[in-house]
């Protein structure tokens, strides 16, 4: 335990005292909207045939949904898992599409849903300083948007399931690639049922200097989100994205299961950053990985604000020899939260190096877990890992775990780890 000077101590008072008020809950109350129709019932052959119907998918989408539920079905739940045992997958509802097209223009969002973005500030935030902006309210795109230079400059940024008919063979090269949906038995259902998101290419020597964002809103209890995000960045380009997540006030609760997939080829820079503030009504999981080729960069930022139970591990495979990546996550775990967050590498070229990240705030009786993996191969030579966690305690009911895991087969890898934990008493 780390003994605190009376100024420190004070800053983690007004800290606590800050974060009491439920920053999540900014939202408010949800409010009614206009729905279009829904799909819901026990997860079947007969429900993933008819989302991709409605999506009017390519053969090769419908049998990768159909290989996918394959695996949900056989796969057992992860025995890491903890804090879901009221979550019943089979009584939410899978698909539910709003009233509403993919606008062009604030004003052709539905006024109710609109009001939602506007308190968040997203039009000023859109002229300002983005180059893109997509919007996600359920399970659907209902705005689209972004600069004619990422035109001009060959970028593509389109809805998912527009790439998916527009550019079958780009997205076929990537989707369930860089993180296949066999991995766990939520991987796999979000592969069976995913619906909207977001695919980015960049083409080869092209930065893109503003960023993209694209913002995910669950208005409704007893609903499963499931969109997929794409980024590809060809060789020495530049990209920033921005995630953001968030849910009104309602009864009962709501299922994200996300997927985030980045892939950097040689010479690329990924910037991937996430603002998650899910109301207390929300489980989280949020799957995302990103492969680096050689010389290429990928950089994670988790910010985890809100849900009630949240698992989200960003994790980057550096493939190319010189590749490296930087994994920061932010976490706040405050009253009845659990948090179960970290980050994952995998070195598999030569002079990789990784610079992880993690700090946390828990409260009230709040939970964090931060679980950190590092596999160094034997052809790695020359790896380098920074890795460093912190938490503050903020009261004696709340509890942060820390559990650091290398597998080491390099001799000549460099990995170093550090631990701290502030208290206040």
């Not at 066999?182 to 080869?204: I, Q």
């Not at 590498?345 to 950190?372: C, E, F, H, Q």
């Not at 004696?396 to 001799?411: D, E, G, I, L, W």
């Amino acid at each position: 335990m780390i003994s605190e000077h009376s100024g420190e101590k004070e800053q983690k008072l007004q800290l606590k005292k800050a974060y009491s008020g439920g920053i999540e809950e900014i939202l408010g109350l949800a409010t009614k909207y206009e729905k279009s129709f829904e799909i819901k019932g026990k997860i079947s052959r007969e429900l993933v045939e008819e989302i991709s119907r409605i999506k009017k998918e390519p053969e090769w989408m419908k049998r990768l949904r159909l290989r996918a539920l394959e695996m949900y079905e056989k796969l057992p739940s992860p025995k890491w898992i903890r804090g879901i045992e009221d979550l019943d997958v089979d009584s939410l509802i899978h698909y539910l599409k709003p009233e509403a097209s993919i606008a062009r223009s604030w004003d052709e969002i539905p006024e109710q849903i609109r009001a939602y973005y506007e308190k968040l500030g997203l039009p000023e935030i859109e002229q300002r300083v983005l180059s893109g902006l997509s919007l996600q309210f359920e399970s659907e795109t209902i705005y689209h948007n972004y600069k004619k230079l990422l035109e001009e400059k060959g970028v593509i940024m389109l809805p998912m399931e527009e790439a998916v008919n527009r550019y079958p063979d780009l997205v076929k090269s990537y989707f369930t690639r860089v993180f296949p949906f066999s991995e766990h038995k939520y991987a796999a259902l979000h592969a069976a049922l995913w619906s909207g998101g977001v695919f980015v290419y960049v083409p080869k020597n092209v930065r893109i200097k503003q960023p993209i964002e694209a913002f995910f809103l669950i208005g409704s209890a007893m609903e499963g989100q499931f969109e997929h995000t794409l980024i590809v960045a060809d060789e020495n380009s530049y990209i920033h994205f921005i995630e953001g997540c968030a849910a009104p006030i309602y009864k009962g609760y709501s299922f994200h299961d996300g997927m985030v997939e980045l892939y950097a080829h040689r010479g690329a820079h990924i910037k991937f950053s996430t603002i998650q503030n899910w109301s207390s009504n929300v489980i989280n999981f949020n799957n995302k990985r990103g492969i680096a080729e050689e010389n290429a960069v990928i950089e994670w930022f988790e910010g985890s604000i809100g849900s009630r139970v949240t698992y989200v591990y960003p994790s980057t495979i550096l493939k190319g020899d010189n590749s490296r990546t930087t994994i920061y996550t932010v976490t706040l775990s405050l009253g009845n939260k659990l948090k179960d967050t970290g980050s994952k590498v995998y070195m598999l070229g030569r002079n990789t190096s990784a610079k992880i990240v993690n700090k946390s705030v828990v409260g009230d009786g709040g939970i964090n877990v931060y679980r950190g993996l590092i596999r160094v191969n034997k052809e790695a030579d020359k790896a380098v890992v920074s890795s460093s966690c912190e938490n503050l305690i903020l009261d004696n009911r709340s509890k942060a775990y820390t559990y650091p895991h290398a597998q080491v087969f390099s001799n000549s890898a460099a990995i170093n780890h550090e631990a701290k934990t502030g208290k206040l008493e």
